[in-house]
């Protein structure tokens, strides 16, 4: 399958997501009937959702990425909770202001590998701006929800958008003062296939989209800022004011899951490649984001039956939909059940709200 992945279609030498837009939340939530001492497998990404399955106590984490510069973001994650108090945590990562990144980062360096010491002395603008910005998905979006929206919306609707409301003040709020016509057409163009292909993901990665990717995520949005609450959603929050809040963060981030996870750093593993041929399995559950959607439909029954191989009895494979439909194949249905009500229960509470469809397949 090497030859026909995703890894010779998109590029994979700077940092695409320098955050993690899925909700660590519910992807626990998904994982933790397994129970403790457990072996886990994810996709790395930015290290955010690697670094909060450490709170399910489990035996060892397999981060596993086909980029070494999401991998280098997670090795200097690891490396910042390590060293750093709560206060500089956030500094250094770019929560909250610093001008002492630079000297953080020197004294975080030598617990690097050389190759990501020189990853990031090549690219200390990521440094400098802090570590949790310097994504091409983060620019894109900051740039819809700072630069763009502000032309459509003036502050003081945006203000209200994230304010503390009930359930049918946040839909009068958006059918009356948010859904405008110019709000769907600049949503329909920026979040467009091409659009996003170009400035937001790769353009491989929304080859298997069909249709318009507009329409689906428009009432996404319109859930994500009416069924739930902006106010308390990291994830919305960053979109419209270009940053997290110190008091509403991602859950590897906050101040009392840290301590947790700065005491089992060390069953963190990282490793190149893709996710079927990762090393110290079988495991008992998966952290596969959104990586099938990549895929044609027999390189992904290709991909499903390798990590099947490498799974437990009863082990969970959690894997989202965004764009394309991707569930358990058709002809693996002896191999894995579904398990959709409890799927649908946790996508209901996604503030991740991006994604079409949240998975959860159980291994016979």
Known sequence: MGKAGIGDRAKFDY??????????????????PLGKNRSFLSIASAGDNVLALLTLDPKLVVAVDLNDAQLACLALRIEAIKQLNYEDLLAFLGVTFSDRRFDMYESLRCGLDEAHQRFFDAN???ISDGII???????????????????????RRIKKLLEDKSEYERRAFYEHEWNTRWWRSLFKVFASKPIMGRFG?????????????????????????????????????YV???????????KYLRKETIAIIKSRLDRVKLFKGY??????????????????EYMSPAEFEDAY????????????????????????????????KRLDLESDQLFRKDKAWFYQALHIDEVH
Request: glycine content about 4%; some cysteine.
């Open 15 to 32: 940092i695409r997501y320098a955050s993690l837009w899925e909700d660590a939340d519910i992807l626990c939530e998904a994982l933790a």
């Open 201 to 237: 993901r790769d353009k491989a990665f929304v080859k298997h989209v069909t249709g318009s990717p507009g329409d689906k995520l428009l009432e996404r949005t319109k859930y994500a800022m009416t069924a739930l609450s902006p106010h308390d959603n990291p994830y919305m929050i």
């Open 305 to 336: 039956r390798a990590i099947l191989s490498n799974a437990h009895a009863n082990a969970r494979l959690v894997y989202w939909n965004m764009l394309v439909p991707r569930t358990r194949p058709h002809a693996l249905l002896d191999k894995a």
């Open 133 to 155: 910005h310097a994504g091409k998905f983060e620019r894109f979006l900051r740039a819809f929800g700072c630069k763009l929206v502000p032309l459509i919306h003036n502050p």
């Open 124 to 126: 200390m603008e990521a």
């Open 240 to 250: 419209f004011e270009g940053n997290f809040r110190p008091d509403c963060l991602p």
């Open 275 to 292: 996710a079927h041929n990762a090393p110290h399995g079988p495991f008992s559950g998966f952290n596969l984001s959104d990586i099938f």
